[in-house]
């Protein structure tokens, strides 16, 4: 079945520093790719996405582009901040009716 | 503007009571779903209901029963609250076409003693 492969947490970085959260992905067709955001004592909001192969996906300075040929759907950030703080899930709308498949979240800790 | 709304945004249980957790959207999608997420863990899936009358089991849904009121309303009931059901609660919806994204509550953090 389909699947979705996130590096394990937490990554902890400096302020400024580049940022890149690795995603890996199996899946029967052709998915749309999601990575989301979960702030602390929040719900998981939309970050980007990305519907087909070679679209980047761009939001708050982060950004991802959807590699079929590498299965992948990495998430990087030139210069990341504090508030950047937070857990990271990468999806793919796949499976029965379409229904996310999610990773097993990132925690990232971004310090000052 | 409201999105996904849950409620109650906390609760606390005794071992074998129940409760019902309360879901509702108004962005007209077919789609809804239950996740729970526990600490250091991803979300996992416990029902979703892919259209009005119709709700499918997930990847943990022993101990749950869920129900789809209308097209807005999903509700997740826990009919004998157990300590392993300590969790934080999150309802989902979104369209059923597949490059649309989901929309998700604030979360309902339960806690059983």
């Known amino acids: 079945g389909d699947s979705v492969t996130q590096m394990e947490g937490p990554v902890t970085l400096s302020e400024e520093a580049f940022l890149t959260i690795n995603c890996t992905y199996t899946?029967?067709?052709?998915?749309?790719l999601f990575w989301y955001v979960q702030y602390p004592g929040e719900g998981l909001q939309l970050l980007l996405k990305?519907?087909?192969a070679d679209d980047k996906g761009s939001n708050k300075g982060f950004e991802a582009t959807y590699r079929k040929e590498t299965t992948s759907f990495h998430l990087e950030k030139g210069s990341v901040q504090v508030s950047d703080s937070a857990v990271y899930f990468c999806?793919?709308?796949?499976?029965?009716?379409?229904?996310?498949?999610w990773g097993a979240g990132t925690k990232l800790i971004i310090k000052p | 503007n409201a999105g996904v709304t849950q409620t109650p945004k906390f609760q606390v249980l005794k071992t074998g009571q129940s409760m019902t957790l309360q879901c509702a959207q108004d962005?007209?999608?077919?789609?809804m779903y239950w996740y729970r997420q526990d600490p250091g863990m991803g979300l996992r899936l416990i029902y979703y209901?892919?259209?009005?009358?119709?709700?499918d089991k997930g990847e943990v849904p022993n101990g749950y029963n869920v129900s789809r009121l209308n097209k807005r309303e999903f509700s997740l009931r826990l009919e004998s609250a157990a300590p392993s059901q300590t969790s934080v609660y999150f309802c989902?919806?979104?369209?059923?076409?597949?490059?649309?994204?989901?929309?998700f509550g604030q979360g309902t953090r339960l806690t059983v003693v």
């Open positions: 989902a919806s979104k369209t059923g076409t597949p490059n649309t994204e989901a929309f």
């Open positions: 962005m007209n999608h077919n789609s």
């Open positions: 209901s892919a259209s009005e009358g119709t709700t």
């Open positions: 899946a029967t067709g052709y998915p749309s």
């Open positions: 990305a519907t087909k």
């Open positions: 999806a793919l709308s796949g499976g029965s009716n379409y229904q996310l498949i």
